[in-house]
Nanobody, 120 residues
Framework: QVQLVESGGGLVQPGGSLRLSCTAS????????MNWYRQAPGKERELVAG???????NYATSVKGRFTISRDNAKNTVYLQMNSLKPEDTAVYSC??????????????WGKGTLVTVSS
């Protein structure tokens, strides 16, 4: 059974930092692209950052230069370091593991999410 468990969310003041972690089990972690999504109240879910199995990284424009995604395949864990946090970063952050064989087979797994609140 595949599980993705996020941790590290919480309340932080504007300008502060948090590091989110997502640990996976039940899958061959190194074969999966790992992504962080977020969903703010009343808004659609958006991709925040992603890292492929080969280490290619992409960021949403709104977080570029402030957030850093990384992965540790030995620990089956992906991280999201969030610096210079803004109130508009407040959301539930969810971890996604995606396997794509580029021949039509795609598998997605999701964590339950962790709440990040940026407020003074």
């Amino acid at each position: 059974q595949v599980q993705l468990v996020e941790s590290g969310g919480g309340l932080v003041q504007p300008g502060g930092s948090l590091r989110l972690s997502c640990t996976a089990s039940g899958l061959t972690f190194s074969n999966y692209a790992m992504n962080w999504y977020r969903q703010a109240p009343g808004k659609e879910r958006e991709l925040v950052a992603g890292i492929t199995s080969g280490g290619r990284i992409n960021y949403a424009t709104s977080v570029k230069g402030r957030f850093t995604i990384s992965r540790d395949n030995a620990k089956n864990t992906v991280y999201l370091q969030m610096n210079s946090l803004k109130p508009e970063d407040t959301a539930v952050y969810s971890c996604n593991a995606r396997y794509d064989d580029y021949r039509g087979y795609v598998m997605d797994y999701w964590g339950k999410g962790t709440l990040v609140t940026v407020s003074s």
